[in-house]
């Protein structure tokens, strides 16, 4: 659907901007006739100013015969008869117009251009005194020329102009559908995830109760088995919270309820929370690194993206390893860092840890359950309240992930969670 509408909207794009230089060129073409025309009647102003009307007044015809110029005069008097000009005055049998030849002995200059033995002229008609008026006519060649050479530098321009149009409009048009195709690549990926997410429970659930429903059985076994649909549909519930907040995550920071809460008392918990899988697996726990640090945030959903860090924390541990907690403050800005063992990650997995639905080398392995959804929206949650979260392996192993949080910053956060989703 995106790559037809693009493809359609490259075309409309093009075809606009093609118009409209076009237009530009069209424009420009008229602006450069009128300004070459104006030039002309400047310079043929100039010329019968300066070297033909002191000869005229003075009755100097013999010297004006003489002249040799590249425009035609001639001279008529009132019976509108030629009774001098230029050099071959007699060869120009241009007819005159009449009346532009009566509004010059009225005193008013005209102008024509007209066509003679195949050739164009700029024509002028001056009033010079009350027995005569002159006829000046300038070949236009050079201004043809001057035109001719900008049709063919437009027409050498525009395969070249349409060329680069295209590109450019592609260009933008995929910038500007980005988030748009962005979305609909999110929605069909959220579609087909949400659909394998709840196959799995789902079929679970149905399971469960078809082989309960084939025969007698007692009540511990129904219980049991009220139990395990119970905990399916917790799990269906849990995930069904994920993918609401996970369908906004793209579109607007959460909304938030603000209160004052010390963190400390709440790493601590959830250490203590999974304290029968750290004990299982042998797992050492350091949190010398934790102080007293009260914040204002969403005391709930901190909780809740503190909890994923943590029970992948614990999750992704191998066998006697180490998590290490640590909390501070400076000045307003607060830093939680937990670290754990884990087993090497590529720098390209790395890139992806963050993406919705994306399940390493290390989980699909050691088949730990998960929807890949922790990080993305612990980050959904940081972001909402204007901080960040990364991610980083070092070179001994060691997986470290970094809460930052000013609440300072709190008031940006829709700014923050926009530019990041742009990234």
């Known amino acids: ?21 076009a237009l ?19 310079h043929l102003n100039h010329d019968v100013r300066d070297e033909y009307l002191q000869y005229v007044i003075s009755g100097d015809f013999k010297t004006l015969e003489d002249m040799r110029e590249h425009e035609f005069f001639q001279v008529f008097n009132k019976d509108r008869q030629i009774v001098s000009g230029t050099n071959k005055f007699q060869d120009f049998n241009l007819p005159f117009n009449k009346d532009l030849l009566d ?33 000046v006519a300038m070949p236009l060649t050079a201004m043809i020329e001057y035109e001719r050479n900008f049709i063919n530098l437009a027409l050498l321009m525009l395969p070249i102009m349409l060329i680069v149009t295209f590109i450019v409009s592609r260009y933008l048009v995929n910038q500007a559908m980005k988030p748009i195709a962005d979305v609909f690549k999110f929605q069909e990926n959220f579609s087909s995830n949400v659909t394998h997410e709840l196959r799995s429970p789902l079929a679970s659930l149905k399971g469960n109760l078809e082989v309960t429903l084939r025969k007698e059985r007692g009540a ?16 269906i519930i849990g995930m069904i919270n994920d993918l609401y907040m996970l369908a906004s995550s793209k579109f607007r920071p959460l909304d938030l309820v603000m209160k004052e809460t010390n963190l400390k008392p709440v790493i601590e918990e959830m250490l203590e929370s999974h304290k029968a899988d750290i004990s299982s697996k042998n797992i050492a726990v350091d949190t010398s690194g934790l102080t007293d640090v009260v914040c204002s945030c969403d005391d709930t959903l901190m909780r809740r993206a503190f909890e994923n860090i943590v029970d992948n924390a614990v999750k992704y541990t191998p066998k006697g390893g180490i998590i290490k907690a640590s909390l501070s403050k400076a000045g307003e800005r607060l830093s939680l860092t937990i670290s754990n063992s884990c087993e090497y990650m590529s720098r390209e997995e790395l890139k992806n840890y963050f993406e919705p639905f994306f399940r390493g080398a290390i989980a699909l392995n050691s088949r730990v359950e998960g929807k890949g959804l922790g990080l993305y929206l612990s980050r959904y949650i940081v972001r909402s ?16 992930v970094e809460i930052t ?8 956060r829709k700014l923050n969670l926009l530019l990041h989703l742009k990234m």
Do not use: W
Request: glycine share 6%; with cysteine; hydrophobic share 35%.
């Open 1 to 21: 659907m995106i790559k037809p509408t693009q493809k359609k909207l490259t075309l409309i794009f093009t075809t606009i901007i093609v118009i409209f230089n």
């Open 24 to 42: 530009v060129m069209v424009v420009s073409f008229t602006a450069l006739n009128r300004n070459l025309i104006k030039s002309l009647k400047n």
């Open 103 to 135: 509004k010059a002995f009225s005193g008013k200059q005209e102008y024509e251009t007209v066509k003679y033995n195949g050739e164009r002229y700029l024509v002028s008609y001056i009033p010079v005194d009350s027995r005569y008026i002159g006829r």
């Open 220 to 235: 511990d076994e129904y219980k049991e088995t009220l139990r395990l649909g119970l905990r399916e549909v917790d799990r």
């Open 385 to 400: 309240h204007g901080g960040d979260i990364t991610l980083k392996v070092t070179d001994d192993n060691m997986c470290t």
């Open 405 to 412: 949080y000013e609440p300072s910053s709190f008031k940006f």
